[in-house]
């Protein structure tokens, strides 16, 4: 994890080199706090009618809460198992936004007929310790974007601000993620 004041967009092939080379955290996933939040997409088409390009391509959270560059867009090719995705995440403050910078590895990609999912763990120096799946799955004629999360803090720093400051913004983010994922399927 490294904080800044300033936008790293444009340092993002830097920070890229830089996490290629971290390792995944170490964790026990029955020790993580597990969660799934989900949200059902109503839209006409048929889960095999819609473009999941955005989804592949991680345009999972809106802009103001997290921006990233992945590695299969900076060697212009699909998802794979073992990418690492730089990610910056905007802190709000009163005055200001922090950008936090870390990153995450591709575990899993399925882009099957009725589920479409990736997960991706923490990467050493991410403020969570864990995995992440999502996935967009059509059930009964019911489309639905779920995240699902093993996690626990993965610094001092979080594990101390964790029930303040840390869980909270998780959930916001969260939420926004849903949000920002039916809006791109249901524009369809």
Same mark, same amino acid.
């Given at each position: 994890?490294?904080?800044?004041?300033? +936008? @790293? =967009?444009? &340092? !993002?092939?830097? %920070?890229? *080199?830089?996490?290629? +080379?971290?390792?995944? /955290? %170490?964790?026990?996933?029955?020790?993580?706090? *597990?969660? $799934? $939040?989900?949200? +059902?997409?109503?839209? +006409?088409?048929?889960? @095999?009618?819609?473009?999941f390009s955005f989804f592949f391509n991680y345009h999972? !959270?809106?802009?103001n809460i997290l921006v990233a560059k992945t590695l299969w867009a900076a060697e212009k090719r699909n998802m794979k198992v073992g990418d690492t995705i730089v990610q910056q995440i905007f802190l709000p403050l009163k005055s200001f936004n922090l950008k936090?910078? !870390?990153?995450?590895?591709?575990?899993?990609?399925?882009n099957e007929n009725n589920l479409k999912q990736f997960s991706y763990e923490t990467l050493e120096g991410h403020?969570? &310790?864990?995995?992440?799946?999502?996935?967009? $799955?059509?059930?009964d004629g019911i489309i639905k974007f779920s995240i699902h999360t093993y996690s626990q803090p993965g610094n001092w720093l979080t594990r101390l601000l964790g029930p303040i400051v $840390?869980?909270?913004? /998780? =959930?916001?983010c969260t939420r926004q993620a849903l949000v920002h994922v039916?809006? /791109?399927?249901? /524009? &369809?």
């Open positions: 994890m490294k904080i800044y004041l300033k +936008n @790293q =967009a444009r &340092q !993002f092939d830097k %920070h890229l *080199e830089v996490l290629r +080379n971290k390792k995944v /955290q %170490h964790y026990d996933k029955k020790k993580l706090l *597990e969660k $799934t $939040t989900s949200i +059902n997409i109503y839209t +006409n088409k048929s889960l @095999q009618e819609l473009d999972i !959270f809106p802009a936090v910078i !870390f990153g995450v590895r591709i575990s899993e990609v399925i403020v969570e &310790q864990g995995i992440s799946s999502f996935s967009i $799955t059509a059930d $840390t869980l909270p913004y /998780q =959930a916001y039916k809006k /791109q399927l249901e /524009q &369809q």
